[in-house]
T-cell receptor, first 114, second 109 residues
Framework: DTAVSQTPKYLVTQMGNDKSIKCEQNLGHDTMYWYKQDSKKFLKIMFSYNNKELIINETVPNRFSPKSPDKAHLNLHINSLELGDSAVYFC?????????????FGPGTRLTVT | QKEVEQNSGPLSVPEGAIASLNCTYSDRGSQSFFWYRQYSGKSPELIMFIYSNGDKEDGRFTAQLNKASQYVSLLIRDSQPSDSATYLCAVGNNNDMRFGAGTRLTVKP
C-alpha cells in the first residue's frame, strides 16, 4: 500500500491554464509538504501544513495555493501557469513538525508547461 | 538565510571503495540531520538521520555529525553500482527543514 501518493504523475498543459495536484498519505502523519524540484535538481520547500494549519509558506507566487481538507490530504492548485512552473512537484509527510522528523516523499508530479 | 551546502559532484568511486559525502550548514542551532538518496527520475528516500555528535552506523552507511564544525557527512562502505544516485543532505531546526543541492555519486564497476 502506497504511503504517500500523488495524482497525476504527469501533467502537460499550456500556459495560462489552471491545474491541481492531489496528495494523500496513509501513514497517520500530522504534517504534509509541497516541494518543487527544478531542472537543476534543487529541492525547494513551498508549503507545509500541520494538522490542517499552514506553518510554512515560502516565497512563492500567489498563483500557487495549497489546501488541506484534512491531515491526510494536501492539494496544490496553480493558476495561470507559466513556463517557469515546469518542474517536478513532490508531496511529503512527516510524523511531526518540520525540522524534527524524517519526511516521506510521494512519487512526484512532473509538470510541463508549453 | 539558512543554508545547506554540498559539493554537487559528480563524485566517482570504484566499486568496493568508500564514498565520502559532505555537507555543511550555516544555522548553528540546527538540531536534526538527514541523508536522503534520490535515483534519477525517482523521489528522495531516507537513508539515515542523526541528532547527536559522533557516528551512527547502519549497515554499509555511517553518518557523522560535528556540530562545533557545523558539518555532517555520510560514508558508504563497499560502494556498489546500485549506490549511484544523488545524495541530499537535509538540516532541521525550529519547524524548518532545508535541503542541500545534492551530490551526485557514480560507482564504477
Amino acid at each position: 500500500d502506497t504511503a504517500v501518493s500523488q495524482t497525476p504523475k504527469y501533467l502537460v498543459t499550456q500556459m495560462g491554464n489552471d491545474k491541481s495536484i492531489k496528495c494523500e498519505q496513509n501513514l497517520g502523519h500530522d504534517t504534509m509538504y509541497w516541494y518543487k524540484q527544478d531542472s537543476k535538481k534543487f529541492l525547494k520547500i513551498m508549503f507545509s501544513y500541520n494538522n490542517k494549519e499552514l506553518i510554512i509558506n515560502e516565497t512563492v507566487p500567489n498563483r500557487f495555493s495549497p489546501k488541506s481538507p484534512d491531515k491526510a490530504h494536501l492539494n496544490l492548485h496553480i493558476n495561470s501557469l507559466e513556463l517557469g512552473d515546469s518542474a517536478v512537484y513532490f508531496c511529503a509527510s512527516s510524523q511531526g513538525l518540520p525540522g524534527s522528523y524524517e519526511q516521506y516523499f510521494g512519487p512526484g508530479t512532473r509538470l510541463t508547461v508549453t | 538565510q539558512k543554508e545547506v551546502e554540498q559539493n554537487s559532484g559528480p563524485l566517482s568511486v570504484p566499486e568496493g571503495a568508500i564514498a565520502s559525502l559532505n555537507c555543511t550548514y550555516s544555522d548553528r542551532g540546527s538540531q536534526s540531520f538527514f541523508w536522503y538518496r534520490q535515483y534519477s527520475g525517482k523521489s528522495p528516500e531516507l537513508i539515515m538521520f542523526i541528532y547527536s555528535n559522533g557516528d551512527k552506523e547502519d549497515g554499509r552507511f555511517t553518518a557523522q555529525l560535528n556540530k562545533a564544525s557545523q558539518y555532517v557527512s555520510l560514508l558508504i562502505r563497499d560502494s556498489q553500482p546500485s549506490d549511484s544516485a544523488t545524495y541530499l543532505c537535509a538540516v532541521g531546526n525550529n519547524n524548518d527543514m532545508r535541503f542541500g543541492a545534492g551530490t551526485r555519486l557514480t560507482v564504477k564497476p
